[in-house]
């Protein structure tokens, strides 16, 4: 089973406009909820993460929205670059076990010029 | 460069063929972990280390999979008689694991080895 549910699985956004990608997770045990971005030949980077006793984390133009009771959590970029053209995975893991990293199945992200 | 490395880059081989895959983690990082990722998929959790102690295998990996991290530095991956469906890119990433404390024990990830299985 999927425990980690990805959405979109592409999105094309106009420069400057609002990146948002959605997750939902199903094991309660997770504790701790990264997100990295792929550039394609590269391995995946960590852009920023959240642990799931706070509701929204914000990193420069990167913001995470966490909702524990609808077990979702969403990726805001704001101001969107054509740098930021790449694959984004949300994940999840559980910090007091084994730190092994559930992905989500990736969007790729394309912004027009 | 204090990263992930990992060697080769690239691998063809033969269906039938042994292959394998070195991973040299961020040095002093006592946990290194190996995923696998299929095109246009997510990368999915194969096995990890805590020092030399591999401490868990995924389902993914069958029996023709080995991984070693024989002095708690660098591991290898191996497979046996490789097929079609071994094809992809192999991740390793390290980690400095803390026991004590509130840390994130944020994961490293190398650049990947891209397996092709004729």
């Known amino acids: 089973q999927q425990q980690v549910k990805q959405s979109p699985q592409s999105l094309i956004v106009q420069k400057g406009g609002i990146s948002i990608i959605n997750c939902a997770y199903e094991?309660?045990?997770?504790?701790?909820f990264p997100w990295y971005q792929q550039f394609p030949g590269k391995g995946p980077a960590l852009l920023i993460a959240i642990r799931p006793d706070v509701s929204e984390k914000k990193e420069g133009r990167f913001t995470i929205s966490f909702n524990k009771s609808a077990k979702q959590f969403s990726l805001h970029i704001m101001d969107s670059q054509p740098g930021d053209s790449a694959t984004y995975f949300c994940?999840?893991?559980?910090?007091?076990?084994?730190?092994?990293?559930?992905f989500g199945k990736g969007t790729r992200l394309h912004i027009l010029p | 460069d204090t990263g992930v490395s990992q060697d080769p880059r690239h691998k063809i081989t033969k269906r039938g063929q042994n292959v394998t895959f070195r991973c040299d983690p961020i040095s002093e990082h006592n946990r290194l972990y190996w995923y696998r990722q299929t095109l246009g998929q997510g990368p999915e959790f194969l096995t990890y280390?805590?020092?030399?102690?591999?401490?868990?295998k995924s389902r993914l990996l069958s029996d023709r999979f080995s991984a070693e991290r024989p002095k708690g530095s660098f591991s290898t991956l191996e497979i046996q008689r490789t097929e079609q469906g071994d094809s992809a890119m192999y991740l390793c990433?390290?980690?400095?694991?803390?026991?004590?404390?509130?840390?994130?024990?944020?994961?490293?990830f190398g650049p990947g080895t891209r397996l092709t299985v004729l």
């Open positions: 990433a390290s980690s400095l694991r803390r026991f004590s404390g509130r840390t994130n024990n944020e994961q490293f």
């Open positions: 994940a999840a893991s559980m910090r007091n076990r084994d730190d092994k990293i559930i």
């Open positions: 280390f805590q020092n030399e102690a591999q401490l868990e």
């Open positions: 094991n309660t045990a997770f504790d701790y």
